[in-house]
C-alpha cells in the first residue's frame, strides 16, 4: 500500500533499510515477530493495539507509545517502555535504553509473555466479558 512505500523510501533515504522491517500483513505473525529483537508501535492514535499483543504474546519486547489501551499490556518498565506521543526525544531515549541493556530486553520479553497469557487468556477475558454484559442488563 501507499503508506508501506512510503515508509520503505524513508528508510532507504535515510540509510535504514538493513536495521528496519516493515512488514504488511502476514498469516505468519509468530515466526515475523519471532525474528525482531524489538517491536516499535509509536502511533499516535490506538484504541487497543493488537501489534503490541501479538509482540508480547511471542515473547518479543515492545516499546509503544501511551496512547489508548496500549497501557493496559505495557507496564511501564516491567512488559515493556511507553513513550509520550509526539515526543521524538522520548521515543529515542526508550529505544536507547532498551537496545543497550540485553537483561532488560530479556526480562521485558519474559514478562511480557507471561502477562499477556496470563492477563487476555481466553478464560479472563470471557469472564470480563459476562461481567460487563450482566452489568448491562442489571
Known sequence: DEYKQTLIRFAEENGLSSSVEIH?????????????DLVLNLSDS??????TLEALFYGVPVIATNVGGTNEMVIEGRTGLLAKPFDVEDMYVAFKKM?????????????????????FSNEKTVTRLIKVYKSVNA
Request: charged residues 40%; aromatic residues 8%; without cysteine.
Open 24 to 36: 504488511g500483513k502476514t498469516s505468519e505473525v509468530e515466526k515475523v515477530m519471532k525474528s525482531h
Open 46 to 51: 490506538e484504541s487497543f493495539s493488537r501489534l
Open 99 to 119: 537496545i543497550s541493556n540485553d537483561s532488560l530486553r530479556v526480562q521485558m520479553s519474559e514478562e511480557g509473555y507471561r502477562f499477556v497469557r496470563e492477563e
